[in-house]
């Protein structure tokens, strides 16, 4: 395969794999939130030691997620981390 016509290729797939982490860990946080917000609702009254560390441990994973799919998302900003990423799937399946 021509190079010129591999740089276009790798540019889509890293902009889709880009938005698709950015979605997810968007998604994620509602989920934890909405999670978070009806275990408030259902044992708020009953157990606050409960939900206090329900909150430690969702923040916690939620931060490790989000600091993850951020190094990812760093770690593959340059031109030869994504021909190093991304030229062996398009190879492949070319």
Not at 42 to 54: C, E, G, T, V
């Amino acid at each position: 395969m021509r190079q010129n016509l591999l740089h276009p290729r790798i540019e889509r797939l890293a902009r889709r794999d880009r938005k698709i982490a950015i979605t997810a860990i968007l998604l994620l946080w509602l989920l934890y939130g909405f999670v978070f917000l009806r275990l408030l609702r259902l044992r708020y009254d009953s157990d606050p030691i409960f939900i206090a560390a329900m909150g430690f441990v969702g923040c916690a994973v939620l931060l490790l997620n989000t600091v993850a799919i951020y190094a990812l998302l760093q770690r593959t900003r340059t031109d030869s981390d994504k021909v190093r990423v991304y030229e062996p799937e398009i190879r492949d399946v070319d």
